[in-house]
Structure formats: structure tokens, C-alpha cells
């Protein structure tokens, strides 16, 4: 298998790979129901088994970065929509490695947060900006394409539903249970990623 047909499966493997990682870790949290922890609570210092999480974290922002790369070649020079899937996968990495230090978003001390913790809020951002931008950015570009128009309306409609996700999410009108919608809208947009991916496993190799 050629490095370009590897980076492209890791557009598919990275986010089968991180929701099996928030799945196991979700089950395997104790104390509190999976809808109420938060993906990012999963990998902090009070999670169960935060290692899990943080690999998931890895796992997925490698995969993206290796994607991202490969749609460079099948894009147009300048293209936005790869360097956001790359930023975003960047994103993924450093949201794992500086790990928040409470498991909940809310409760006692946690007003006291670490550095690590405010690097990581600072970086969470970043990935969800850019989670929620590469399909627009991409749909745009897939259009202007023959062989990527097929699937340039799904991913604008997978990021639209993952954008209403994040905002419900966002908004905290789902209490108590902002974990699942904040699962949904990272799904959706993991699930956009995955389209491409598919797409383009299935066009001749150039």
C-alpha cells in the first residue's frame, strides 16, 4: 500500500479510532453517567482511565494531519480545506497532551485551573473552529470538481448538523445531557472527514 492510499485510510481510521477510544472510555468511567463527562473530562487527571482518551486524542490528530496531507495533492494550490483538516488534527493532538485537571466542567475548585488546563481550553477552540470550517471549506472545493461533487452536499450537511449540535452544546440547554449532544456534534463532523476519505479510496491513484 503507497503512502497516499495510507493517508487517505487515515481519514476513515482516525475517527473509527477516536469514538471507539470515547466509547471504551465512556463505559469504563466511574462515578458519573457518560452524557454528563465531556470528551476532554475523559482524558483529565481525575478520569478513570485517561490514557484511553488521550491516545484516542493522538490517534485521531495524526490520522487528520496524514489526510490533510494527502488532500494537498488532489487540491488546488492554496486550498483552505486541507490545512484546516491539518489544523485541526494539530488541535486534536495538543487537546490531549495539556489535559484539563477536573474531570467535570463544573463543581469545586475548579475555578483554580493549571496551565495545562488553560492551554488546553486555548486548543479545544482551535479544533472545534477548525472541525467545523474544513467541511465548508472542502464542499466548496468539491464542487468545482467532476469526480468530488457527489459528495460536496453531505459534508455541508454533516457540518450544518454538527454546527446546531455545537451551539446546543454551547448554549448548555441540554443539561444533563450536554455530554451526548457534544458527542453528536464531534461525530457528525469526524463522519464529514470519513466522506472524503471514502471518496477518495475510491478515485484512481494519480
Known sequence: MGLGKLAAWGGIAGPLLFT???????????????????????ASEEATDPQVMIAAFTMLGACSIGFGARLRTVSRPGAAGPWLV??????????????RDRLLLSGPGVSDESWHNQVHDAVSVIAYASMLAAPVALARQFRASPQWATIARPVLVLDLASAVAMA????????????????AAVTLALAAEALAAVRMLTLPES
Open 168 to 183: 446546543t452544546f454551547a448554549s448548555q440547554v441540554a443539561q444533563p445531557w450536554n455530554g451526548a449532544v457534544q458527542r
Open 20 to 42: 471507539a477510544g470515547w466509547v471504551v472510555s465512556s463505559l469504563r468511567q466511574a462515578g458519573h453517567p457518560a452524557a454528563e463527562v465531556q470528551l476532554s473530562g475523559l
Open 86 to 99: 491539518m489544523a485541526g488534527g494539530a488541535a486534536a493532538i495538543a487537546t490531549g497532551a495539556f489535559r
